[in-house]
């Protein structure tokens, strides 16, 4: 299965609706930065930051799936980016609370959901990952 502005569709109509992907109703943009180098993608309304790191061929390993179970898909938001995002659940606290190099402005990639509301959101992927499993 894929997603098409946040619904599942199955993967072989994904070829065939590609381009709606991208469409400004569909999609926002997002920074990460890996290793001081910037990376601007479109991120897809309905999925996480994580399968959006994940498309785009970001270093975030997410060992668990996105599952909140382990810390590898720890990023860091800036401030603008932080403030626009919905509180953290207590599990995903939880699981910060052992990640070595956690800051005020960490988050679990595979807990931020893509809205229309983190339009220009920048995110920076550690240099070194912790499972804390």
Do not use: W, Y
């Given at each position: ?38 990376r601007?993608?479109?991120?897809i ?89």
């Amino acid at each position: 299965m894929s997603r098409l502005c946040g619904r599942l569709v199955p993967s072989l109509f994904r070829a065939t609706t590609a381009h709606l992907h991208t469409t400004p109703s569909c999609s926002v943009n997002i920074t990460f930065i890996e290793k001081g180098i910037e990376r601007h993608v479109k991120a897809i309304r309905g999925d996480s930051i994580m399968e959006t790191a994940k498309d785009n061929h970001i270093n975030l390993p997410s060992v668990c799936g996105g599952m909140c179970e382990c810390s590898t898909c720890h990023v860091i938001a800036d401030q603008a980016t932080f403030d626009k995002l919905e509180e953290p659940e207590e599990e995903e606290l939880d699981v910060l609370d052992a990640v070595d190099g956690v800051t005020e402005t960490s988050r679990l990639a595979c807990q931020v959901d893509v809205t229309r509301g983190i339009e220009g959101a920048r995110f920076i992927v550690p240099d070194s990952f912790s499972d804390m499993r």
